[in-house]
């Protein structure tokens, strides 16, 4: 498939140089974890073309969000379905493990706050197909139509303001708890400058695991600092791998977190509901209808699942994986994990199934590897050099939901992102060094 933009460019290097330029003068960027410095940042991974994605795929997965949003709402609420999709898995997960027992401990508490807010983001591969647009034979205003606007800063900061104004004291701060070294920094500066652009009351501070020591409830699970700092918002950028988790203190700072009536982005129960097994089984026959009535909605769910499977010790679970082991190049073997590099693919499949007991297996998950049409394009890194490739893209819609397990108060859109990658690259987080930013061309 072509590129947007004929390929290659007149003064390629005199427009290679312009984006590098203009991607650190607006906030492209991050801290370089090879040579990391707090005072320095690098550019981010991009492309140097939008990518040609087919305008009603496109239209279809920003339609289908909203009652994709509902969808892990009620599951994230559901404590039977939670319970009974990671029973097996908390065995063998010791990652998954820590997060459930956490999550049955408030549960069998009471929750200190009933309101979660999520910032959801729904992934498709996208592969264009259709007429090979051309960008310089296209008028100014036509381009403009291709390339459809993405208020997704605006949005999800939008939910932060809306949880923060659900609580309902002017003087709580939003926490946002980062890492203890901090690469993707322009995302999160920006994130903070734009929640106080919406509402300048609102103090918004950074806090590590290392600095919450001291933190503690008050007589009304009040999160509280430092100084009596009370905290209306935790908006999570850490704690979703277990290297994030310094020692048994980080955990129980976490469970003082979820005990507390401070609204969470995200909940530890929206944390399991997005587990790759807890997909796994949403994808099963008659699972879907369990939260969602709406004959349609469901089918458009539906639409948007790969061909997923549990490896659990039944006929299901082996016949999964006698087919990992037979044709592993079609299938991708997933842990629960967030963030790129966690993966497996092709003949490291059955490498890693064979060196696992048949217990183990049942905490990893086995997906259908999709494989869409590449197209053309640039991956613009730093220190490599830049060349005409092979690229496939995957698609994120941003929601934000504000609800409890009885009700929902708030779903509304938050924008999109685009990823790209080379074709032959298997992982594609931008963070984690492994995809390129992008943004979609509508043919």
């Not at 005990?259 to 929206?270: D, G, L, W």
């Not at 049942?362 to 259908?368: G, R, V, W």
């Amino acid at each position: 498939m072509k590129s947007a933009i004929q390929l290659p460019l007149k003064d390629e290097k005199e427009i290679i140089d312009k984006a590098k330029d203009w991607a650190v003068m607006h906030g492209v960027g991050m801290r370089s974890r090879q040579n990391f410095d707090e005072d320095s940042i690098v550019f981010a991974p991009f492309t140097l073309l939008p990518s040609l994605i087919k305008k009603e795929n496109f239209q279809e997965v920003v339609m289908t969000q909203r009652v994709m949003s509902e969808l892990m709402h009620r599951v994230a609420h559901d404590h039977d379905f939670l319970e009974s999709s990671l029973r097996k898995t908390v065995e063998y997960d010791s990652f998954t493990k820590k997060l459930f027992e956490l999550y049955t401990t408030v549960y069998n508490e009471g929750f200190g706050q009933e309101l979660s807010l999520a910032v959801l983001r729904n992934d498709v591969m996208m592969s264009p197909s259709g007429p090979k647009y051309v960008l310089r034979e296209i008028g100014r205003d036509a381009l403009t139509e291709k390339l459809p606007d993405n208020p997704a800063l605006e949005g999800v900061c939008a939910g932060i303001v809306h949880a923060w104004d659900i609580y309902n004291k002017k003087t709580a701060v939003v926490m946002f708890l980062v890492e203890e070294t901090t690469y993707n920094i322009c995302d999160q500066r920006f994130m903070e400058f734009e929640i106080r652009r919406q509402q300048p009351l609102i103090r918004v501070i950074r806090r590590k695991f290392s600095e919450l020591s001291t933190a503690k409830l008050g007589p009304k699970k009040q999160l509280f600092l430092k100084d009596d700092l009370e905290v209306a918002v935790v908006y999570m950028r850490t704690g979703y791998s277990p290297n994030q988790y310094r020692d048994e203190g980080d955990w129980e700072t976490r469970l003082l977190i979820e005990r507390s009536s401070a609204i969470k982005c995200p909940s530890v129960q929206y944390q399991l509901a997005g587990t790759k097994k807890v997909q796994q089984v949403l994808a099963t026959p008659g699972t879907v209808e369990r939260f969602i009535t709406n004959a349609e909605d469901v089918k458009n769910i539906r639409n948007l699942f790969t061909e997923i499977y549990s490896l659990d010790l039944d006929a299901g679970g082996d016949l999964a994986y006698n087919l990992a082991l037979k044709n592993p190049e079609d299938f991708v073997l997933k842990p629960q994990r967030e963030g790129g590099g966690n993966n497996t693919y092709g003949s490291d499949i059955p490498n890693l199934l064979n060196s696992m007991t048949p217990e183990e297996r049942q905490s990893m998950i086995l997906m259908k590897l999709i494989k869409p049409v590449p197209i053309k394009n640039m991956i613009i890194q730093r220190g490599q050099p830049c060349a005409v490739s092979d690229v496939i893209s995957e698609l994120g819609i941003f929601s934000y939901v504000i609800g409890s397990a009885s009700d929902i108060v708030a779903v509304k859109p938050a924008g999109h992102m685009l990823r790209t990658k080379l074709a032959t690259s298997t992982e594609g987080g931008v963070a984690s060094g492994y995809g390129a930013l992008d943004s979609p061309f509508l043919v």
